[in-house]
């Protein structure tokens, strides 16, 4: 198997959770959640082949799957990247990068959705003003507080200048920013400075795993212990001043091997649950080191 000195310890010790949709027929999974309250996973992405881009709804326990397809307040097709997705009440936020915001469906809507249904996104939070924006690529929740992260690499997946910050490794020039929605405004709360090409971010037991990864090579979670990191500074996002943190090798307590291509990542019970889109038609070769399917792992075992 491809891959399987470096993986070997993640292969030996995942557990597998369910097949991702469609991975066969041209979905490119980006985002993944979970609903505690109805034991259900949420996965987004986008169509290989340019129709609407899909939300499935998992049952944990039977794996059945339901697809739902974004659609605009118009009833048009939504066509666009839909990256990363997380749920707080009874909101679904679904990243939207190059529109610098965040699309909001009703969780309810898309329980009692039938199968292949179409649902309109019902509101949107604009994460840009006259003097900044966010490219929010992937999301996360921490205390009701919903993060919107980017990914940077330059000079296609672009972030705004301001983002640059210099730390020990460099430069830094991605946010992981908290806020508080607030009738459909964001209300900036707290930032981190993150890497390039980080896919996606997750936070448990008062730490923040970033998923890092691009290309062919292994995917990377890379863990901050939020204890041991203090803010330093103050930086000015969407025109408010707030804390802000630096995530970066200087004060990483771990680093972790997994699959290629990793996306987003999440916290399930204790496990990391991660989700990867090498398998997708748009890139093949995950169809042959068991990326096609979701996994579980406690990362006690990785050590």
Do not use: W
């Amino acid at each position: 198997m491809l891959y399987k000195k470096s993986l070997d310890k993640y292969y030996k010790n995942c557990n597998e959770l369910f097949t991702i949709p469609d991975i066969d027929k041209g979905f490119i999974p980006q985002g993944i959640a979970f609903n505690k309250e109805n034991n259900m996973y949420l996965l987004t992405g986008y169509m290989g082949n340019g129709s609407a881009s899909p939300i499935y709804l998992i049952d944990a326990d039977s794996k059945s799957v339901k697809k739902v397809l974004m659609y605009t307040p118009e009833n048009k097709p939504f066509k666009g990247h839909a990256g990363g997705l997380s749920v707080i009440g009874n909101e679904v936020y679904v990243a939207g990068s190059t529109d610098y915001c965040m699309y909001v469906f009703s969780l309810d809507d898309l329980l009692n959705a039938e199968n292949n249904s179409t649902l309109s996104y019902k509101d949107i939070v604009s994460l840009k003003n006259d003097d900044d924006f966010l490219r929010v690529s992937f999301t996360s929740e921490n205390n009701g507080i919903l993060f919107a992260g980017e990914f940077h690499k330059s000079p296609i997946f672009y972030t705004h200048e301001s983002h640059e910050i210099s730390t020990g490794d460099g430069v830094q020039n991605a946010y992981l920013f908290g806020f508080n929605v607030n009738e459909n405004t964001a209300e900036p709360a707290i930032v981190y400075s993150i890497p390039d090409k980080v896919q996606g971010a997750c936070f448990h037991d008062n730490k923040v795993y970033l998923s890092i990864s691009h290309g062919a090579a292994p995917a990377e979670i890379c863990e901050y212990d939020l204890k041991k990191i203090e803010s330093s500074q103050t930086h000015t996002v969407l025109g408010k001043e707030i804390p802000l943190y630096v995530l970066d090798d200087s004060n990483v307590s771990h680093k972790y091997k997994i699959p290629p291509m990793s996306e987003e990542i999440i916290f399930v019970n204790d496990d990391l649950v991660t989700l990867h889109e090498c398998a997708s038609n748009r890139y093949i070769f995950g169809k042959f080191i068991s990326a096609k399917k979701t996994y579980s792992i406690n990362l006690q075992k990785m050590f």
